[in-house]
């Protein structure tokens, strides 16, 4: 059994910041990618952000030079620092692991229940 628990939304006003920490615990034996979508009402989840096991990373556009992404290997954790905030970051934010149970299984994407994060006045 895999678990993503992710942590750090909320309610911010704009221009202000948050982090959000996701952990994945259970077994497993190798993790690839760990990253974040989001999915704002009425969308289509997207990418916001991802970062590889030698710290790799890709970032939507549109939060290029707002957001960062970074990881603890160690403790299989990864967590995305969001700056300037805006109302268009509104949306439920997901983090997923693209990670190996054994070595005998093949790599696939596990997902967090979802944290919402409110950017509003």
């Known amino acids: 059994q895999v678990q993503l628990v992710e942590s750090g939304g909320g309610l911010v006003q704009p221009g202000g910041s948050l982090r959000l920490s996701c952990a994945a615990s259970g077994n497993i034996f190798n993790i690839y990618a760990m990253g974040w979508y989001r999915q704002a009402p009425g969308e289509q989840r997207e990418l916001v952000a991802k970062i590889t096991s030698s710290g790799s990373t890709n970032y939507a556009d549109s939060v290029k030079g707002r957001f960062a992404i970074s990881r603890d290997n160690a403790k299989n954790t990864v967590y995305l620092q969001m700056n300037s905030l805006k109302t268009e970051d509104t949306a439920v934010y997901y983090c997923?692991?693209?990670?190996?149970?054994?070595?005998?299984?093949?790599?696939?994407?596990?997902w967090g229940q979802g944290t919402p994060v409110t950017v509003s006045s």
């Open positions: 997923y692991a693209d990670l190996q149970r054994t070595t005998m299984t093949p790599y696939r994407d596990y």
